[in-house]
């Protein structure tokens, strides 16, 4: 005999009064978990932490010693560069290059442009 079924049976038979019981709210932890990264604002954290991840394979070993991937937000990847020089040429140069790699990696929608900026 199940050992509710019994608690309920013997709570009936003393004329007790019924006990509430909570719905069984259970969700999977694969359909829970989205929701609670989207809340928390993690799943752009997690996004961000993959680009910068992948950025040396990306761009090459000469402009990732010179420059690093600072945060992503609202799609808008900020990159550090060490000079003005390589700043201008990044800016000018190498941007439409190295944004159609990433949007090519990760898509349109989680990286739309770059921002570099000296320091």
Not at 11 to 32: C, F, M, S, V
Not at 62 to 91: C, D, K, M, T, W
Request: net charge positive.
């Amino acid at each position: 005999m199940d050992l509710s079924l019994r608690t309920t049976v013997i709570a009936e038979w003393r004329g007790l009064p019924e006990i509430k019981r909570r719905p069984d709210r259970w969700q999977a932890p694969g359909d829970l978990l989205p929701k609670l990264m989207q809340q928390l604002g993690l799943s752009e954290r997690l996004r961000e932490t993959e680009v910068i991840d992948a950025w040396k394979g990306i761009v090459g070993d000469f402009i990732a010693a010179h420059s690093a991937p600072v945060s992503l937000r609202n799609g808008v990847l900020f990159i550090r560069v060490l000079q003005p020089a390589l700043h201008y040429q990044f800016e000018t140069i190498s941007k439409a290059e190295i944004l159609r790699k990433l949007k090519q990696r990760f898509g349109g929608k989680i990286i739309r442009d770059l921002r570099f900026r000296i320091g």
